[in-house]
T-cell receptor, first 114, second 114 residues
Framework: AQSVAQPEDQVNVAEGNPLTVKCTYS??????LFWYVQYPNRGLQFLLK??????LVKGSYGFEAEFNKSQTSFHLKKPSALVSDSALYFC????????????FGKGTTLSVSS | GAGVSQSPSNKVTEKGKDVELRCDPI?????LYWYRQRLGQGLEFLIY????????KSGLPSDRFSAERTGESVSTLTIQRTQQEDSAVYLC????????????FGSGTQLSVL
């Protein structure tokens, strides 16, 4: 069975500081990994994905994530946080097999203070 | 339309009543997902349709929940004999299929069971 763990309910950072939102996964075979963001009163939006290739993937709004196969992790990072980055972030995984569903983690609330 | 459309946007019902939620995916999208998001919680996978394959119903929480999809278009999620714990936002998402892994989400249906 596929699963995603986001160990932190909330991450607090000051504006201008680097941020990391953690994600680990469990899946049979090779994973497809994603990050989605949910801003207040807005729908879920795609941020970035890892399918294959370079372990460091870059996405929208200056975010990036690093796939680490040995640690089964896909942490989301940004070098310099903005107050406008404050939102709910979801990590998601599905197996690299046809017909498998996309499973989301429980989400991590990022709060960036000015 | 240009995006995933869900209706109604809000539904208030009495305990024990049946409800039907509708999702119109983006035209041409072969994959369709239903998720549930309880207040302050993460995304809970419910069901996944992919083309003409049998749907993955592994996330449906009880036999009161069912979903149908007509070809590669409209999907309906039906909840029979609603309970208060069914109160949540029900989100629909679609993706193009094939190598395109990006999910597009609707705005959701806020279901309140009194």
């Amino acid at each position: 069975a596929q699963s995603v763990a986001q160990p932190e309910d909330q991450v607090n950072v000051a504006e201008g500081n680097p941020l990391t939102v953690k994600c680990t996964y469990s899946v049979s075979g090779n994973p497809y990994l994603f990050w989605y963001v949910q801003y207040p009163n807005r729908g879920l939006q795609f941020l970035l994905k890892y399918i294959t290739g370079d372990n460091l993937v870059k996405g929208s709004y200056g975010f990036e994530a690093e796939f680490n196969k040995s640690q089964t992790s896909f942490h989301l990072k940004k070098p310099s946080a903005l107050v406008s980055d404050s939102a709910l972030y979801f990590c998601a995984v599905r197996a690299n097999q046809a017909g498998t569903a996309l499973i989301f983690g429980k989400g991590t609330t990022l709060s960036v203070s000015s | 339309g240009a995006g995933v459309s869900q209706s109604p946007s809000n539904k208030v019902t009495e305990k024990g009543k049946d409800v039907e939620l509708r999702c119109d995916p983006i035209s041409g999208h072969t994959a369709l997902y239903w998720y549930r998001q309880r207040l302050g919680q993460g995304l809970e996978f419910l069901i996944y349709f992919q083309g003409n394959s049998a749907p993955d119903k592994s996330g449906l929480p009880s036999d009161r929940f069912s979903a149908e999809r007509t070809g590669e278009s409209v999907s309906t999620l039906t909840i029979q004999r609603t309970q208060q714990e069914d109160s949540a936002v029900y989100l629909c998402a679609s993706r193009q299929g094939g190598s395109n892994e990006k999910l597009f989400f609707g705005s959701g249906t806020q279901l309140s069971v009194l």
